[in-house]
């Protein structure tokens, strides 16, 4: 049966939704094949509207497309997470540079409501990952959408939405694999407070400094993962 409360989109666009979830959530391994007859009797769509948003999500990098050979999760890897950290600080810099530029007091409102949403769920949770809590992941995302939200350039804005969802995909994945949860409510806060003050150089410094720090995590777990399937393929010859 579908999920995410699409019903009101076309049955292609509830399809792709309800598969980026999933994919984004990490409900599919890196990797995992995707068989469009099994995901159409999981999520009771037909095999058309599967197609075509496996198709999409291949634009996005979430799915890879093989050769008659259907469909794989994308893969997770340092050198993927290093050349997303890479694109994101190019695209981000320049999208919040210009939300400061020209953002009117609906943007401000917008930053606020978002900032203390999120710093509310973040209150709200216990020790452990935060990247798996749904709500804080919901209120974290509305966040990074909310501070670039007065950009004057739509496909800045499209392209941010696409790169977040493959960052949100690595803090999922990598969560499950880290030693210590990160507290980003104080992070949050000084990006706000600099953007509405128009401070770039603050602002600017400030989300490099968050997405790096995502990075380092990331990259800190993928080798975490991968030295633990090493010693795994090792044990079992």
């Not at 499209?158 to 690595?170: K, M, P």
């Not at 997405?211 to 090493?230: F, G, P, R, W, Y």
Request: proline share 2%; charged share 30%; hydrophobic share 40%.
């Amino acid at each position: 049966m579908a999920t995410d409360n699409t019903t009101t989109f076309p049955l292609t666009e509830q399809a792709y939704r309800t598969l980026r979830k999933a994919i984004v959530q990490c409900e599919f391994a890196p990797d995992e094949r995707l068989r469009v007859d099994d995901l159409s009797s999981r999520y009771g769509y037909s095999s058309s509207p599967v197609r075509e948003a496996l198709a999409r999500l291949v634009e996005q990098g979430l799915v890879r497309s093989i050769e008659n050979r259907g469909f794989r999760v994308a893969s997770i890897s340092v050198e993927g997470i290093t050349d997303l950290t890479r694109v994101r600080l190019l695209i981000e810099t320049e999208a919040l540079r210009d939300a400061m530029q020209v953002g009117d007091d609906a943007w401000e409102e917008r930053v606020v409501a978002a900032a203390h949403s999120l710093r509310l769920a973040e209150q709200r949770l216990g020790e452990g990952p935060i990247a798996l809590d749904e709500t804080w992941s919901e209120r974290h995302r509305a966040f990074h959408l909310a501070i670039y939200s007065a950009c004057s350039s739509q496909l800045l804005l499209n392209l941010i939405e696409q790169l977040f969802d493959n960052a949100e995909r690595y803090r999922r994945y990598s969560a499950r694999f880290r030693t210590a949860s990160r507290k980003k409510s104080q992070e949050h806060q000084l990006i706000m407070k600099a953007a509405l003050k128009r401070d770039e150089k603050a602002a600017l410094g400030l989300i490099k400094r968050h997405i790096i720090e995502t990075e380092k995590n990331v990259i800190d777990s993928v080798k975490t993962m991968h030295a633990q399937d090493l010693a795994q393929a090792n044990a079992s010859r």
